[in-house]
């Protein structure tokens, strides 16, 4: 796992020394992603000037070092990732160029290959089938910046799902231009040609889903890549051109028409045996590894698929806490003894958890607040203490209908979409007349609510789309956390996303299928995926996804709804491979999100904190909010009418953001 880094320019504003000090600050601002390594490549008189910062994972000796050229010297790379299949690759590649082999006088054969990089196995399988080809070849996480030295031209390209980030954005103007791309904006803003501007489209975004998604960014004029894109771009043709090599929309819809047509039995079959491959091939490493473990079904599974190839205990690591209703650490430890781990826990006191808090502005370049940032933050720190490599089970829910909102879309809401919405809407109302402590209170008396944890803030959640007209608004009210952020935000204006406003074509897909393509498309890549990153490379530990391989998102789209939601189960599939390797009592019950109890330390310990950030002559005079609607929405939650949590921490996170970076 590295850091990248780089710029195009064609000015001449700059001696040639004083944009070598720029690259090096660029790629100094990202030491955390790769403290093993730093290289420096540039041609002035081309106007690339490419960085590297290497965590060193595969092939730990000298001849990993990046930027790499090709063995023609046509190419030079800075890449960020792993190629799990990089070693098929190259017996491809021998196989079929002979050139990569030169024969000596006494008739011997040496390789041309100078280590056993996937580095170089990339720019090999590039020279003799092309970029767009190799990625489609190669399995694993990315993100690449490619200098094609012969027709002087950057091609930027981001892995499938979006595992690995890059931005990238041309700033400056007429001939002083910079072409600025990286992994984390802390490294574009490194460079003096970077404007600092913020979006406020980006910033309703942010308030609408806790992330800011791709292809937006906090800055003017910097974008993301979004996942499976490629883009070119030179001095010659300044305009970005992008287009995919793999659509995660694409691969739903030819799922859904054609279907897995096997038996339900021999689909787990067929899944174990892709997971496990899965699973192997990204266990490869020349540093310790080992995996987080919840306890819950998707850890659970890949912590057993990695037990079953490994000839010693799997490390394995989880976090606790004593408060009751945030603590897995207990379902970990016996699902851990029963597979025969090593395994290693921490019990976080509130204290600790809140001396986090400080640290995630310059964690995350950009604002971001899924509060579950903490827990996946503190667990990366316990795990960095081991191992260099530790693989997750994040994607499980997405690609296995585990959320709660499939199922009860499934159940319910055919049979409320028939009631009048003035009726539902009077319903929603009844609903929230009882606060969500007092829904909690009540939830004893409820038959079944005891298996929800929050009670009382799902339904108040639940309540508030209960008066949608279809599913899409159904699905969009699910995963809003207000449903008019342009409202709180002096000057915004929310631009379109896929999930409102430039919706992808998703014919065929029934109604949970909509939900769980469009989470794969947004949730998954600019929440999950980004949370973990930053989390993991703010310690210099690199994550893994198995889950993400993509011959399993390929599978998991070609299984019929009824194997993924089977029996009143979710996630039926995995569940099924799992039982294989752990007894089900280990594993059933109800879900738990991976939170910590924020709602009650701003009523707290972080009541001051917050305060500071909510002041509103401070808000006044930032001018990016409109101080009433925040005020009103900070006292009822001081108050304990209501747990406005998630929406004010959007906020707070915007403002401790904004804070740390202007006194940067």
Same mark, same amino acid.
């Given at each position: ?24 600050? +660029? ?13 420096? &490549?540039s041609d002035m008189e081309a106007g690339i000037w490419l960085g590297h910062r290497r965590l060193a994972i595969v092939d730990l000796s000298p001849a990993g070092h990046q930027p790499m050229l090709s063995a023609s010297g046509r190419y030079v790379i800075a890449f960020n990732g792993e190629i799990y299949n990089h070693l098929d690759l190259r017996k491809e ?18 390789? %041309? ?9 990339? !720019? ?13 070849? =190669? ?7 490619? &200098? ?15 595992? #690995? ?22 490294? *574009? ?17 942010? *308030? ?22 490629? !883009? ?8 970005? #051109? ?46 310790p590894l080992g995996a987080f473990l919840s306890g819950g079904i998707d850890s659970s599974a890949v912590v057993a698929l990695m037990q079953a190839q490994s000839p010693r205990p799997v490390k394995t690591f989880t976090i606790g806490f004593n408060e009751e209703g945030y603590n897995e650490a207990v379902h970990a430890k016996a699902v851990a003894r029963h ?31 899924? =509060? ?11 795990? #960095? ?30 049979? %409320? ?15 929230? =007349?009882?606060?969500?402590?007092? /829904? ?17 803030? #799902? ?20 995963? =809003? ?34 939900? +769980? ?54 996630? &039926? ?27 009650? /330390? ?6 001051? &904190? ?37 929406? %004010?921490?959007?906020?707070? +996170?915007?403002?401790?953001? !904004? ?6």
């Open positions: 796992m590295c850091g990248i880094a780089g710029f195009i320019t064609a000015g001449d504003q700059f001696l040639y020394d004083e944009m070598g000090r720029f690259l090096a600050a +660029m790629t100094g601002a990202i030491i955390h992603r790769g403290p093993d390594d730093d290289g420096l &490549w590649l021998e196989a079929s160029t002979p050139t990569l082999t030169l024969p000596l006088e006494r008739g011997e054969n040496v390789s %041309l290959w100078c280590g056993h990089s996937d580095t170089e196995t990339l !720019l090999a399988g590039i020279e003799a089938w092309g970029v767009e080809a190799t990625l489609k070849k =190669s399995i694993g996480m990315f993100a690449i910046a490619l &200098w094609d030295r012969q027709t002087r031209t950057l091609t930027l390209a981001r892995d499938r799902i979006g595992e #690995k980030p890059l931005y990238y954005g041309w700033q400056g103007g007429g001939n002083e231009q910079v072409f600025l791309f990286g992994s984390e904006l802390k490294a *574009l803003k490194a460079h003096p040609a970077f404007a600092a501007n913020i979006d406020r489209g980006a910033l309703c975004l942010l *308030l609408r889903h806790n992330y800011i998604p791709a292809p937006y960014s906090i800055y003017q004029g910097m974008a993301k890549l979004e996942p499976g894109c490629l !883009l070119s771009v030179s001095l010659a043709q300044p305009e970005p #051109k992008i287009w995919k090599y793999w659509d995660a929309v694409e691969v739903a819809r030819a799922g859904v028409v054609q279907p897995f047509e096997g038996t339900a039995d021999q689909a787990v079959d067929a899944l174990e045996v892709l997971a496990k491959d899965a699973v192997r091939q990204q266990m490869m490493a020349d540093v597979l025969g781990t090593e395994h290693t826990e921490l019990y976080v006191t509130p204290e600790q958890a809140m001396e986090v808090i400080p640290c995630l502005p310059g964690l995350y370049c950009e604002p971001f607040a899924d =509060s579950s940032q903490i827990p996946t933050f503190l667990v990366s720190q316990l795990a #960095k203490q081991h191992v260099t490599v530790s693989l997750s089970g994040d994607a499980g829910d997405e690609l296995f209908c585990g959320y709660n909102r499939y199922q009860m879309t499934n159940t319910l809401w055919r049979k %409320l979409s028939v009631a009048p919405v003035p009726l539902r809407a009077f319903a929603a109302k009844g609903i929230t =007349s009882i606060s969500p402590e007092r /829904w909690d209170g009540l939830a004893r008396f409820i038959p079944g609510a005891v298996r929800y944890s929050s009670l009382g803030d #799902k339904l108040h959640k639940g309540a508030g789309v209960l008066a949608s007209c279809t599913v899409d608004d159904l699905y969009l009210g699910i995963v =809003s956390h207000l449903r008019n952020p342009a409202d709180w935000v002096i000057n915004g204006k929310e631009p379109p996303t896929h999930l409102k406003g430039a919706r992808p074509e998703l014919e065929g897909l029934n109604d949970v299928e909509r939900m +769980m393509a469009l989470d794969t498309i947004s949730y998954l890549p600019d929440d999950i995926l980004v949370k973990v990153d930053r989390a993991a490379m703010g310690v210099s530990l690199e994550s893994r996804v198995p889950f993400l391989d993509h011959r399993v998102v390929e599978f998991a789209w070609s299984l019929p709804l009824e194997y993924k939601l089977r029996d009143g189960q979710t996630k &039926w599939p995995l569940r099924q491979v799992l039982y294989r390797h752990v007894p089900r009592e280990l594993i059933d019950r109800p879900k738990m999100g991976f939170g910590v109890p924020l709602h009650d /330390w701003l009523r707290g310990p972080l009541r001051d &904190w917050a305060e500071g950030l909510l002041d509103e002559p401070r808000l006044r005079r930032e001018g990016y909010f409109h101080p009433a609607p925040i005020r009103q929405m900070w006292a009822e939650h001081l108050s304990g009418r209501h747990n406005w949590m998630a929406r %004010l921490w959007n906020v707070l +996170m915007f403002q401790a953001w !904004l804070e740390a970076n202007e006194h940067a």
